[in-house]
């Protein structure tokens, strides 16, 4: 069992559409990052929160807009999504950010599908 | 361009002999050295990894080795299980700059009972 939950497993959403995707960790991480995963292809990093504020944004497109409310939990708001959105996306947690030896540990993501 | 390489796309390895799937870096910074092991349908679940200072670590059947000098690692699994077929990612990550987890394009591994 992952100790990163990911809801919900599956998304179909049409383009107009709002929905958001949520994962909460109990490890008393302090760090949380979501991923970008196309077929075939490595996870992308998206966004980093260290210590609940935003750390790290990789030039994300606006559609998609992050937010940690608290230490444990991270959310990913999805509006005017396009088809080539459709992926899967990766939660992940780890204790500290700035520490490299402290490994991250993934949810088992969301499968998004753009109609 | 693409600092974490994992040049073969599929290893095919019989049950109970070893299974070596290496990844070569470019980026001289990366502090640690990380394996993922990744099933259909569910996320990244860590394995191993290894320090930048060190070139080996060792984790019941998983073995890191790493030689810094050639900037390439390898992950040994003795003896292999047919629960060992999945697709693992090797991943690197620094201080810094460096401090975002790169990920090299996976390898498939299946292991044939």
């Known amino acids: 069992d992952t100790e990163v939950t990911q809801t919900p497993k599956h998304l179909v959403m049409g383009m107009t559409n709002k929905k958001s995707l949520k994962c909460e960790q109990h490890?008393?991480?302090?760090?949380m990052y979501w991923y970008k995963q196309k077929a075939k292809k490595p996870p992308e990093l998206m966004f980093v929160?260290?210590?609940?504020?935003?750390?790290i944004n990789e030039s994300v497109p606006s559609r998609f807009s992050p937010e940690c409310p608290n230490s444990s939990l991270l959310n990913l708001h999805l509006h005017a999504l396009q088809p080539e959105d459709s992926a899967l996306y990766l939660c992940?947690?780890?204790?500290?950010?700035?520490?490299?030896?402290?490994?991250?540990?993934f949810g088992d993501g969301t499968r998004l599908s753009i109609l | 361009d693409q600092q974490v390489k994992q040049n073969s796309p599929s290893l095919s390895v019989q049950e109970g002999r070893i299974s070596i799937l290496n990844c070569d870096y470019t980026?001289?910074?990366?502090?640690?050295f990380l394996w993922y092991k990744k099933y259909p349908a569910e996320g990244p679940t860590f394995l191993i990894s290894?320090?930048?200072?060190?070139d080996k670590n060792e984790d019941g059947r998983f073995t890191v080795f790493l030689n810094k000098s050639a900037k390439h690692l390898s992950l040994h699994i003795v003896p292999s299980q047919p629960g060992d077929s999945a697709v693992y990612f090797c991943?690197?990550?620094?201080?810094?700059?460096?401090?975002?987890?790169?990920f090299g394009k996976g390898i498939t591994l299946s292991v044939r009972p």
């Open positions: 992940a947690s780890s204790q500290d950010h700035r520490r490299a030896n402290q490994p991250q540990h």
């Open positions: 490890m008393g991480h302090r760090a």
């Open positions: 929160y260290s210590y609940e504020k935003l750390s």
């Open positions: 980026n001289s910074m990366f502090d640690y």
């Open positions: 290894i320090s930048s200072i060190k």
């Open positions: 991943a690197a990550i620094g201080t810094g700059a460096n401090s975002k987890l790169t």
